[in-house]
């Protein structure tokens, strides 16, 4: 990797460059006014025309299509709501997690739907997978969702819903460190992910697949599909969205990831909607 590569930090605490505040504020103004520039729908959403999707995607601090960053923030259209955006970067094998974090610092929950805004076209960044860098030892196996295509930048700016893709990194302001107790404001120990954790998860009749996703991911987990996952050679990638089989079982297959708190378990538990919980035998794959 070149020597960006460096500067990467995420949970393992070298700096980055980061956006100021005011050029995230700025951004935000301008997707709104642009957005305003196009027809309103009979529903209200406000439509823009459409942009080659390469005009979406954008990549700064060095890197490019052929070496991505493993973060990229993603702008949706003005109206776009949470679940919808939510269910679009999932259904790529991506999730939201913000890289600003470490492993010895306070938990927090990965999903970001406090600081997404439908109302201001922007939408917070989401850890993804750099996946031409896999196997290449520049970054840690930790920072890559198996689920994830190659060309994981070039699908999320072709989808109609999304706005702007910019793929750069970040710098990280200072974070509190949770101390050596483990305790519901921690981070699972990266040693504990060193082999995938799969479970099954169940949710009360009702629940939507929206709501589902979102429960699950704002506590750090991630949809799997552990014989796709584990499978060699890697199989033609498909759509890691589970909406077909929710259907009719309303349950879920997740795996832990570096943005689980210690006590997934308990929170597990406590999450509205859960009825119950499994972890999958062996690999997790029954086929």
Known sequence: MHSQSSEYAGRYGVRKRVHSPASFF????????????????????TTTPAMPPNAKLSFNGGYSAAHP????????????????????????????LSPCYASDALWASAGQRNTYS?????????????AHERGAGSYSPLDYDPL?????????ATLPAVAHVEDSNMVCPMIPASGSTPCAGSYLDPSVLKAPTYLHVSFAAGMSYAQAVATVSNLGFRLADPCYEQAKPTPAWHAMGQETGYATSDSLTLALTDANATLWRQQL???ASVTGFSVLPGNGCSR
């Not at 935000?28 to 196009?38: E, K, N, S």
């Not at 960053?69 to 939201?96: H, M, N, Q």
């Not at 439908?118 to 750099?130: D, E, I, L, M």
């Open 26 to 45: 700025l951004q935000a103004v301008i997707a709104m006014l642009l957005a305003g520039c196009g027809s309103v729908t009979a529903t209200g959403q």
């Open 69 to 96: 960053y493993p973060f990229a923030t993603v702008r949706f259209v003005k109206g776009t709501s949470y679940e919808a955006a939510l269910t679009a970067i999932t259904d790529l094998g991506l999730r939201p």
């Open 118 to 130: 439908s109302g201001t076209a922007y939408a917070p960044g989401f850890w993804v997978n750099g």
């Open 148 to 156: 994830a295509p190659d060309d994981w930048l070039q699908r999320l």
């Open 269 to 271: 538990s406590k999450a």
